[in-house]
């Protein structure tokens, strides 16, 4: 019997997760046509429908559901075989997709995608910002090899190395009684109005502890998207916020009427690092890359 094609496969896929011929196509990088031929001819040679489709909707039949699996299993073990036959010739050349979250890939690369590109002039780092949940699901689902994230989460059983402790500091108005402080701890905190992140930022996770141990009060008609949406906020007066250090330098400059202050000896923090599937056969080059990352970041 003749065998699908790993083209043919990654189609297959890619349907089934989009559930959109469309989508598929453009995630695949080629046209609708193209791929909808590559699918017929899978079907016509594997003898089952995958697909039920019409004008409005594609589902997938019993056999395309389970069949999917598979497909997607056969392919991750490609991807560790050129990962091995990458890794022993050459460590961190080609494709690397490295997936990091919103509250550190804007402080974190600019200072350290210099230094990796120079130490490993051919890697190709292929970039993607996200939330931490989504970031992990595509991480197990294979369509990222390794996250930079705050490592204090359920990384579903992900290896972890962490590459060093990002302390929060509290941001406030420069008119507000904590700015006269050059120091903080937590009971300072206690009936302060809180500004937070909306929900699935890990920031949001780490914080709401601080707030509850501190006895801080969460603005509750308000969820920032992003950091600097909140200390737009915070400028305006509306309340205080906690963010991580490596985004004072960034943040400072965008919010000259904002001050940060440090928290005394055992402040909360969160802590920075990479994570990536225990299956990986490029374990060794992560941990090499984290290195590189960590040398940068704290140089």
């Known amino acids: 019997m003749e065998r699908p094609s790993i083209r043919q496969l990654e189609y297959f896929v890619a349907v ?3 559930l959109n011929f469309r989508e598929a196509a453009a995630s695949c990088h080629v046209t609708q046509p193209a791929l909808s031929t590559q699918l017929q001819q899978l079907e016509a040679l ?3 429908q995958l697909f039920e489709r019409d004008t409005r909707r594609v589902v997938a039949t019993a056999a395309g559901v389970s069949l999917a699996k598979e497909a997607h299993t056969i392919l991750d073990a490609t991807d ?3 990962d091995m036959a990458r890794a022993s010739g050459k460590p961190l050349t080609g494709r690397l997709r490295l997936g990091a979250i919103p509250t550190v890939a804007p402080y974190l690369l600019p200072l350290v ?7 490993f002039p051919e890697l190709v780092l292929l970039l993607t910002e996200d939330q931490t949940d989504r970031l992990v699901a595509q991480l197990h689902g294979g369509d990222l090899d390794v996250l930079l994230l705050a490592l204090d989460v359920d990384l579903l059983g992900a290896t972890e ?3 060093f402790g990002d302390p929060f500091v509290l ?3 420069k008119d507000h009684p904590l700015a006269t402080k050059e120091v903080l701890s937590e009971p300072d905190l206690d009936g302060q109005t809180v500004l937070l992140l909306e929900d699935g930022h890990c920031l949001r996770t780490h914080a709401l502890p601080i707030c509850k141990a501190s006895g801080m009060v969460e603005y509750a008609d308000f969820r920032a998207t992003s950091l600097g949406t909140l200390l737009q906020m915070v400028s305006s007066g509306i309340g205080i916020t906690l963010i991580p250090e490596m985004a004072i330098g960034q943040e400072q400059q965008r919010n000259p009427d904002v001050v940060f202050r440090p928290f005394d000896e055992g402040g909360p923090s969160r802590r ?3 994570a990536w599937r225990k299956s990986s056969a490029r374990s060794d080059e992560f941990e090499s890359l984290g290195e590189m990352i960590q040398k940068a970041f704290l140089a």
Do not use: M, N
Not at 113 to 119: G, L, P
């Open 171 to 173: 941001a406030c108005p």
């Open 16 to 18: 089934a997760k989009h």
């Open 272 to 274: 920075i690092g990479l």
């Open 161 to 163: 190395k962490q590459l």
């Open 46 to 48: 594997l003898g089952v």
């Open 80 to 82: 560790r075989l050129l």
């Open 113 to 119: 995608i210099q230094a990796v590109r120079k130490a």
